[in-house]
């Protein structure tokens, strides 16, 4: 295989025709037998792969180019996700401005070169796979979510953790999923997966979708500042599904499909099997 077939595998499982803002082959290489990656997968990591052999990298955030410097135009995909759960399209794109400009600002001043240029001196097939894991996570998520409550409209927060807890996803993992916003015997209403949007798009957003008719979202992560606003809003819950093991979850299923093309795959960084 070469870069642009494990490429097309991540994105054919996504149920993508093209590659996200996010998402990009850094470095091109032909006939790769052994790949190594991870969540954050930067110099280091490269420098341990062309050491033990491999011939390929790939990792899961963002690290060159232009992954980093339009990071913040994926997150457009937050607007079909919105208008999905039953937010109105233009309070959908509004909401989600502040946050997108923020973030904007930010990937603009980075040193995208980085990583980017360590992978090409060292001749080594360097890909960031990010968006698509994440999709893939979250279809895996929410439906299992839904077969767990759909029939049962007095669900609980606590029957939820309880529940993620029972997963293989979870079990054993150092990180554990968690009520970040609400207590265990909360109701939690309609429940709503959201871990593929580039990154999250703040307490504007999250309220969006309370004031559609959410009840709980599911995330990997929250900001101290975004929990806040979330609880002085006094309208939905929030329950952290933790962020390594949940980009493992989308991430592992690539690498299924890619072993099954005869690639040898090694996981790390961030990637508990």
């Known amino acids: 295989m070469n870069t642009n077939d494990l490429m097309n595998k991540a994105l054919e499982l996504a149920k993508l025709d093209e590659m996200p803002y996010d998402t990009n082959i850094i470095v091109e290489g032909e006939d790769i037998k052994k790949v190594l990656i991870g969540v954050d997968m930067e110099t280091p990591e ?143 209403g309609r429940i709503e997966v959201l871990m593929a949007g580039g990154t999250n798009g703040g307490a504007d957003v999250y309220k969006s979708y309370f004031e559609a008719g959410v009840g709980t979202i599911i995330a990997m992560h929250i900001p101290e500042d975004v929990k806040k606003a979330v609880i002085e809003q006094n309208i939905g819950n929030i329950i952290i599904a933790p962020h390594m093991p949940s980009d493992s979850i989308g991430l592992l299923e690539i690498t299924k499909a890619w072993r099954k093309e005869g690639i040898e795959v090694t996981c790390m960084s961030g990637i508990v099997e």
């Open 46 to 188: 490269l420098l341990l792969a062309q050491q033990m052999g491999y011939d390929c990298v790939v990792s899961h955030h963002p690290k060159a180019d232009s992954c980093l410097v339009d990071f913040a135009k994926v997150m457009d995909v937050q607007i079909d996700r919105m208008v999905k759960a039953g937010v109105p399209i233009n309070k959908a794109q509004k909401v989600l401005k502040k946050r997108q400009a923020s973030i904007d600002l930010g990937s603009h001043a980075l040193n995208y070169d980085r990583v980017s240029s360590a992978a090409r001196l060292m001749k080594m097939p360097y890909l960031n796979i990010h968006i698509p894991a994440d999709f893939i996570t979250e279809e895996i998520v929410q439906s299992r979510l839904n077969k767990a409550f759909d029939d049962k409209p007095k669900t609980k927060l606590k029957d939820i953790i309880e529940e993620l807890n029972s997963w293989e996803y979870y079990q054993g993992k150092v990180a554990q999923p968690v009520i970040r916003v609400g207590s265990n015997d909360d109701y939690a």
